[in-house]
Structures are given as structure tokens and as C-alpha cells.
């Protein structure tokens, strides 16, 4: 009995110690902890190269000065521009016989503008145009309709001589007289675009709409009607334009508004007989036409 018994308890011993003892295999090193363990032994050609980020850092320092510059260079032009502006602004409390001596005045001003646009075109034709126009854009804009409002008005002559009223200089006249290409499609350099002139004249008209009503208290009762035709024939032709651009298009189609301000004031005039005689011989046939069509 007692050897059964001791067999079976030292078959039973051998049975737990089996199940207890582990067993001891060769574990396998996974790649991802090859990785971690041989991060520090990756050949030096194999990180990114730190030259790269130096580079970009110096074309982007590059980028920032010469925004920097060209921002310079516009705001000498915003101040130029304001200056003949202030002095524009003058023609409706000025009477028309005295519009030689104030032009006189707004023609250097706008020398000064011709200088610091040739400075822009300086700085701005060394690089993309479409890169940084929109710095300068509404600058040039503003640029322009000095010139229109000053040749309208009889100044810029090509002999210095006033000129006579409701003259419209055109988009090749304005370059001539800022000294920078237009419409440039051949090469990318500073110039003056179609939708800047487009958008100056609309401008012009704006002004002109305002002067319309301001001659009437100095007694020039002419100049409405003037103002009336020459507005009526550019808005005319404005709408011989197929415009793609949609500030441009809304801005144009404002200009029927300037219209129509003018036309009142024209409108009250002739109601009071205080328009001249062949004034109102014109303002009669423009009138009718305006029926017809």
C-alpha cells in the first residue's frame, strides 16, 4: 500500500512541476526595436539637410525686404497723390477762368507723381508683376484719374498751353505722360493695365457728377451741360465693353447713376431758361436721341 502510494505522490510531484516550471525560448527582436535600439547609429546622410531651412529662411527675409521697399515707395506715392487731390478738389469753388493758375499747381504735383512711380517702376520690374501688383494697384488707380481730371479740365497740353475742357486723355496718352509701358503681354515688367485706366475713368465721372452741381452755384451754367455730354458718350462706350472682371463691371455699371445726377441738374436748368442758347440746342438734341433710343 505504501509503495502504491508513494508512487502515485511522486508521479503527481512530477505532473505540478512540469506545469509550473516555464519554458525558456529564444524571444525574436522585432524591427521596430531594432529602430529605437539603433537610433542613435543612423549614418548622419541620412537626416534632413539643415541648409535647406537656411535657404528658405533667407528667401523669405529676401521676399519681406522687398515688400518692405516697394511699401515705402508707395506710400511717397499715396502722398503725392493726396497732394494734387487737395488741390483738384479746389475746382468746385473755383471759377472756370481761373482753372489755368490752379492746373498750373496740380501739373507739379503730378511731376512729383511721375518721379515716384518711375521709382515703383524701378523696384517692381525686377520681379514678378503679378507677384506684388495688388500693393500698388489702387495707387496707380488713383494715379491715373489725377491725370484724366487735370487733361480734362485743359491741363497736360502737349505745348503747356490750357487746353480746352472735356478732353479724354487716353490709356497710351497716360503712359506717355507717367514715362511706363502699358498694357504690357511681351514681357513681365511694371506697366499700366486696361482695368486701371477703366477704373480711373469711372472715378472721373464720379467727380465730374459733383462738379455738375457745384458749377451751377458759380454761375456757369454751361459747364453741366458739357459735363452731361461728354459723360453720356462714355458711358456709351462702356457698354461696348465685355467685362470679365467683377469689380469692374459693377464700378461701370455705377456710372449710369453719375448719369442721371447730371441730367437732373441739366433737367432744372433749362426748366429755369439758364441755360445758353446753343448749350440748350445741344442738351435739346441729346435729349431727344436719348428718346429715340
Not at 525574436?28 to 526595436?33: C, E, L, N, Q, Y
Not at 498750373?104 to 524701378?122: H, R
Not at 491725370?147 to 480734362?152: K, M, N, R
Not at 447713376?257 to 445741344?282: M, S
Request: charged fraction near 25%.
Amino acid at each position: 500500500m505504501l509503495r502504491g502510494c508513494d508512487c502515485k505522490f511522486h508521479c503527481h510531484q512530477k505532473h505540478v512541476v512540469r506545469k509550473s516550471s516555464p519554458i525558456h525560448r529564444p524571444v525574436a527582436s522585432s524591427p521596430a526595436m531594432d529602430n529605437d535600439t539603433n537610433m542613435g547609429e543612423v549614418p548622419a546622410s541620412r537626416l534632413l539637410d539643415p541648409q535647406i531651412f537656411e535657404h528658405l529662411k533667407d528667401k523669405i527675409d529676401e521676399d519681406q525686404q522687398v515688400r518692405d521697399h516697394m511699401s515705402q515707395t508707395v506710400q511717397k506715392l499715396d502722398r503725392a497723390i493726396s497732394y494734387v487731390q487737395g488741390l483738384l478738389s479746389r475746382i468746385h469753388a473755383t471759377p472756370r477762368e481761373q482753372y489755368p493758375s490752379l492746373l498750373s499747381d496740380v501739373q507739379a504735383g503730378i511731376q512729383k507723381e511721375i518721379e515716384v512711380i518711375g521709382e515703383l517702376e524701378e523696384i517692381a520690374s525686377k520681379h514678378p508683376y503679378y507677384k506684388y501688383n495688388q500693393k500698388w494697384n489702387r495707387q496707380v488707380q488713383n494715379a491715373i484719374f489725377t491725370v484724366l481730371l487735370c487733361g480734362w479740365l485743359g491741363g497736360l497740353t502737349s505745348d503747356g498751353k490750357p487746353g480746352p475742357i472735356a478732353r479724354l486723355l487716353t490709356l497710351e496718352e497716360v503712359g506717355s505722360i507717367f514715362k511706363v509701358p502699358v498694357n504690357l503681354k511681351d514681357r513681365d515688367a511694371f506697366h499700366l493695365t486696361i482695368e486701371e485706366y477703366l477704373l480711373a475713368l469711372t472715378d472721373l465721372t464720379q467727380e465730374l457728377s459733383r462738379l455738375a452741381t457745384n458749377a451751377v452755384t458759380l454761375s456757369d451754367f454751361a459747364m453741366p451741360v458739357e459735363i452731361s455730354s461728354f459723360v453720356k458718350d462714355l458711358f456709351a462706350g462702356f457698354q461696348l465693353l465685355n467685362l470679365k472682371n467683377d469689380i469692374l463691371r459693377k464700378r461701370v455699371d455705377a456710372v449710369k447713376y453719375d448719369v442721371k445726377r447730371v441730367e437732373d441738374v441739366v433737367y432744372d436748368l433749362t426748366l429755369r431758361n439758364l441755360i445758353p442758347q446753343k448749350k440748350k440746342e445741344v442738351a435739346v438734341a441729346e435729349s431727344s436721341s436719348a428718346q429715340k433710343a
